[in-house]
């Protein structure tokens, strides 16, 4: 259900984001624009664009942890979070902090989080239901789906996801597991419906019907997303496999339909 996280008590967070890329990079520019202050830590030498942004860049992983952030922001991907979690020295942390991701599946770093971090941290889990494309202009009307996993500092966690709804953001509170069930046939069954329309590599004709287009734009918007996320959407989603299954089924139901429509009209037609 959509719910209020609204508290009078929201205040300036510093945010550190581990994991730079094209993600944390798009979710950056809004917290610097609300006046949070950010630092940031990649595999990748961001430090030119972090400098051009004013964010503290750290190659070292122990500076970043040691940089007394009230929130860490995991936004690496899906299919490196356990690798990442393990290599952060974690016993640098200098006070009890908010650990909050944005990856696209919630089981899984929710069960990682809780196995690697200490108790005395904060888990928040959270997926951002928009990116840099459809985000573009805004992020009003646009959905934001979270669960605290772990909280005892109220005022870090509603100031954190003040953030997104001082945005205009959909603010949808739900387990983990509702978010994935619910993913696997939305997210994951439409990035399937991509990839199968780039195996096919359909392209525009001069005669496109709206659906058509449709198609096309489901196509671009799948492939503009690494293999490496739309993997992870399988791999991580124990939902994901079912409606990968069900797919194949009702297509298989399709031509079988097809098939027998096509063999009825065969023998009714008069023989020339």
Request: glycine share 6%; aromatic share 8%.
């Amino acid at each position: 259900m959509s719910v209020s996280t609204s508290s009078s008590s929201s205040r300036t967070l510093k945010i550190g984001i581990l994991g730079f890329g094209t993600f944390g990079q798009f979710l950056a520019k809004t917290m610097i624009k609300q006046g949070h202050i950010l630092q940031a830590t990649s595999r990748t030498d961001h430090s030119q664009l972090c400098d051009q942004l004013g964010i503290s860049f750290f190659r070292d992983m122990r500076a970043f942890v040691e940089a007394d952030n009230d929130v860490i922001l995991i936004c690496t991907s899906i299919l490196s979070l356990s690798e990442v979690l393990k290599s952060l020295p974690l016993n640098f942390v200098k006070r009890p902090t908010l650990i909050a991701d944005v990856l696209s599946v919630k089981e899984y770093p929710r069960n990682v989080l809780l196995q690697v971090l200490p108790e005395e941290m904060d888990v928040l889990c959270t997926h951002p239901m928009f990116g840099p494309e459809s985000g573009k202009d805004g992020w009003k009307d646009l959905t934001f789906v979270f669960e605290k996993v772990r909280i005892r500092d109220e005022e870090t966690c509603s100031s954190f996801l003040q953030i997104f709804e001082s945005e205009g953001c959909k603010m949808l509170e739900m387990s983990c597991e509702e978010h994935d069930k619910a993913a696997a046939k939305s997210q994951f069954l439409t990035h399937t419906i991509g990839r199968v329309l780039s195996e096919m590599e359909i392209q525009s004709t001069p005669m496109n019907t709206k659906g058509f287009e449709t198609l096309l734009q489901v196509k671009e918007s799948s492939v503009k997303n690494s293999l490496d996320l739309f993997s992870g959407l399988f791999i991580h989603n124990k939902f994901a496999m079912q409606e990968l299954q069900n797919l194949e089924f009702a297509l298989g139901k399709v031509k079988e339909k097809l098939l027998k429509r096509m063999e009825e009209t065969s023998l009714n037609e008069p023989k020339l």
